[in-house]
DNA sequence: TCGAAGTTAGTGAACGGTCACTTCGCATGT
DNA sequence: ACATGCGAAGTGACCGTTCACTAACTTCGA
């Protein structure tokens, strides 16, 4: 049947009996054609199975349809959150959303995002990395690049996505409900996120005139965590743990367990990431959920913006937010 | 400085005074040009910033270097993982992996693919949900479309991804531990590989002819799981807990730990995603890992075993495997 | 010394759409 | 009756590259 090359918009016309420019006026939906040629136009492309090439319409007319979502190279459940927000912000203004991983280093990084600007694939293009220099070397004449960096260039939050302030609100709330000896068990520090937590908890402890039995690394290991609770002298007094994440909660509650005290009767703990594992044991785990939806739609609403001309709105509602579960309660009264 | 339009293939050409096909040939790395032109064509591309126009070459060429990944809508953990796996194996090959989302019903998303492979943008296609009566309407002379159907439409993993074979491993090796009665605690069963543990675990127990207390519908949800152990009657001799993934699994822990049981010295309970929390907590959980890496691998390889005209390889290695650990163990001996 | 073959570079068309401009037909106003 | 304006459709150029040919020059063997 249909054989070799596909139909082009020409032969659509000349089945038609109308000249390709009507054809491509009918599929911009002008409608400024009569009812007649358009549906003669319509069968002509039912019977040839005419499906537009779309590389040659972004040729001519600059418009792809297309954003870039720049990812460094990893795997990270949020960066998926983050594209699946993306996709639909993007979606709703027209737009199709493409992941593009970024690897090689920070300058390699650039060079290829700007071959990617300049390839005339994409309207905009959304960076979740740091890129230097970009926007002093990108044509200003070339499509938009947004550079929201939440990751560097090992998948690891930084900026926004590192930011601490359930850490803050965390210790505070023990503090109201007596707790006064914390310990931190803290993340691998090449993680910015990790660096942040730790910082957080030292200013806080401070700040509020309390007492920290000291930070711990755990390195995101749960074994350590573990250890770091088994370890404790007797009578330390730490009555809370403020762990840096959900997998380093769960190992210092097994800790815990090993030792005979009881969550949170003897040790309130913390985590970080709403792993739905940690809100399924006994005790849920207090952590805090990150809304990485929003950070991707918001991501895409500010390139939106830079392509519509508009100043970017720059709104910084918190995406973080602390969930109260049972592995948290009132400090022992002893 | 550099102001309107982008520079072209010509004005490189028109500076370092040779004609725009040796520029052409230049970019494609053709040896057949002498060091002294390479040199002058090398300098006049930094001098002009300039950047091939990708689309163009695409419109002309019908070589994008470009793979479409097609998801269905949601958000899965696996399917990151999956690319991530598409992406090395693409990239090795030359190729750049994109992600598309196909929303609408079935049929919608077969018209979608078949613009998409027919718009010139994608060398070949990997859609990761079945697509209705693909193979009989796209061009024979278009891009391949490799269909392997992980995903239905609501991102639930069917085929390979829903296979359960080691269910039949746990009651196995459980049964081999001295455990006799069994209790299966089931996910939502719109989902395909709800559906698959169970009828794997009802044919494994009939198959060794072993007991079973039942199947439990537990929709996913913890707070199901856990009641369902702490209903359990009095002697009812159930020593293990298949569950249908880990938040099932620890919400069963978590019931038997509020009814008193240690686990595993009065139950054995596996679940099944390999959560790292799930690894981190006393007892650590039994589950399963599924490697999707390799089948985002395996996809794609298919794929390009297409592009070059060979027969796909059909591997049917296994993609998951059963991790023990301390969640599980022999049969109590009362 | 000359022709064949090989190497290096150039010329113009072509890819499949859209853009800018033109033409045609008809209603409208004076 | 004729200029004016507007809507509907057509004409040909153009977007930036690569492809298919062709041209010029070099090398080499007889």
């Known amino acids: 049947m249909r054989s070799r090359p596909r139909p082009t918009i020409r032969e659509v016309a000349r089945l038609a009996g109308v000249s390709h420019q009507t054809v491509s006026r009918y599929l911009k939906t002008d409608d ?3 009812k ?7 069968t002509a492309i039912a019977q040839l199975d005419y499906r537009p090439n779309l590389v040659a319409r972004a040729m001519r007319s600059r418009k792809t349809g297309r ?4 990812l460094p190279p990893g795997t990270a459940i949020s960066s998926l959150e983050m594209l699946t ?13 493409e992941v593009v991983t970024l690897d090689g280093s920070p300058d390699t990084r650039t060079d290829r995002v700007l071959e990617l600007a300049d390839s005339g694939l994409f309207e905009g293009l959304v960076s979740l990395t740091a890129l230097p220099d970009v926007s002093s070397r990108r044509d200003p004449q070339g499509p938009p690049i947004i550079v929201a960096p939440h990751y560097d260039e090992h998948m690891r939050s930084v900026g926004e996505l590192a930011d601490a302030p359930a850490v803050e609100e965390f210790i505070t709330r023990l503090a109201d409900q007596g707790h006064r000896r914390f310990v931190h068990l803290a993340g691998d520090y090449v993680h910015m996120s990790a660096r942040r937590r730790r910082e957080v908890y030292i200013e806080t402890i401070e700040r509020l005139g309390l007492d920290s039995y000291g930070v711990i690394d755990c390195d995101w290991l749960a074994q350590r965590a573990r250890q770091a609770i088994l370890d404790l002298p007797e009578g330390s007094g730490v009555t809370a743990v403020i762990a840096a994440n959900d997998v380093l909660a769960v190992g210092a509650i097994s800790g815990a367990y090993l030792r005979g005290w009881l969550v949170p009767g003897d040790l309130s703990v913390t985590g970080w990431d709403d792993n739905p594992v940690a809100a399924a044991m ?4 207090t952590t805090v959920s990150v809304d990485y ?9 500010r390139l939106l913006a830079t392509l519509r001309g508009e100043e970017a709105p720059e709104s910084r509602e918190p ?5 109260w579960r049972e592995s948290t309660g009132p400090a022992p009264t002893t």
Request: glycine share 6%.
């Open 32 to 34: 400024t054609i009569s």
């Open 36 to 42: 007649a040629l358009q549906q003669r136009i319509a």
């Open 67 to 70: 954003l870039a979502f720049l």
């Open 85 to 97: 927000g993306a996709k639909t912000e993007a979606h709703s203004a027209g737009y199709v959303v």
């Open 282 to 285: 006994t005790p849920a785990v």
């Open 293 to 301: 939806q929003s950070l991707g739609r918001r991501a895409v609403s």
């Open 319 to 323: 995406v973080s937010a602390a969930i």
